[in-house]
């Protein structure tokens, strides 16, 4: 198994980075340098011409014959190991689960959009990039300058301050037409970003329209304490959050079974709602 994590760690960086050395698999694995050498030329051996040496970077680089062959291609998947270490406890499927789950439907966004959005992450620089507006449904020329990612609604967004905007916004990752590396050390970083480091509470509770015994049901379901469950989150999540849980604030359900919660402390909370 341990080997097949080590070309699974290999592959991913190549992918979602471009590249690869011996660094992080090093790091990682506690391998000597010749031992991830080694298993460079291994994979090379399995998938030829996949990888090309280049002796200014240092590293090993993608070709126009590399394909995956160990990783799922998500960005889930590169993220979590990014930020937690997360390695791929099987590669197999189970010919006989126990479990099934209903897997949302994928939204693609290329290596190609997501490799100088993740280097000006690291290096707290400025990206030139083309962005979907959804209001013009033209693409809008800007520089923003990146600083965490973040999934909701099962589609990744990043947060970065814009110039154009002269505010902390979210950006949808899929609709990015064209990033470029810019290199601009950024002024506006995370720690300025408030609405990233404000704490807000959402209390919720079951609609107030269901009977009694209805209310029990979902007090239960979601373990609320004295009929309210506490939710610390993000003031730039807010939204996002509620969206999870599938509350609606600018209307109601008609229908208080299709509502079911509703956010009992929405006047404190609407300050950070976006438009």
Not at 90 to 119: A, E, F, G, N, W
Not at 237 to 262: C, G, M, R, S
Request: glycine fraction near 4%.
């Amino acid at each position: 198994m341990e080997l097949n994590q080590r070309l699974w760690m290999l592959e991913l960086l190549v992918y979602w980075e471009g590249k690869v050395n011996t660094t992080p698999l090093r790091k990682v694995f506690g391998l000597s340098r010749q031992s991830v050498s080694t298993l460079i030329g291994r994979y090379l051996d399995q998938f030829p011409a996949s990888l090309e040496y280049h002796p200014v970077e240092k590293a090993y680089l993608r070709t126009t014959h590399f394909v995956p062959h160990y990783i799922n291609q998500t960005l889930d998947e590169y993220l979590d190991w990014m930020n937690f270490g997360k390695l791929p406890t099987s590669l197999l499927s189970s010919q006989d689960p126990t479990q099934y789950r209903i897997q949302p439907l994928s939204r693609y966004v290329s290596p190609d959009i997501i490799r100088p959005i993740i280097k000006a992450v690291k290096n707290k620089t400025a990206i030139d990039c083309q962005y979907l507006s959804v209001s013009s449904g033209e693409a809008q020329e800007r520089l923003i300058y990146p600083h965490s990612f973040v999934k909701a609604a099962n589609r990744w967004h990043i947060r970065a301050y814009c110039e154009l905007r002269q505010q902390y916004l979210d950006f949808v990752l899929s609709r990015f037409q064209q990033v470029d590396y810019d290199g601009a050390e950024a002024q506006m970083t995370i720690g300025q970003d408030a609405a990233w480091h404000t704490q807000v509470e959402l209390i919720l509770a079951p609609d107030f329209r269901l009977n009694a015994a209805q209310k029990k049901v979902l007090e239960k379901d979601y373990g609320m304490q004295q009929g309210q469950l506490s939710i610390t989150t993000r003031a730039a999540l807010v939204k996002y959050t509620l969206d999870e849980w599938q509350i609606k604030t600018k209307f109601v359900e008609a229908d208080p079974q299709a509502q079911q919660l509703i956010c009992v402390n929405y006047a404190d909370i609407k300050q950070w709602f976006y438009d």
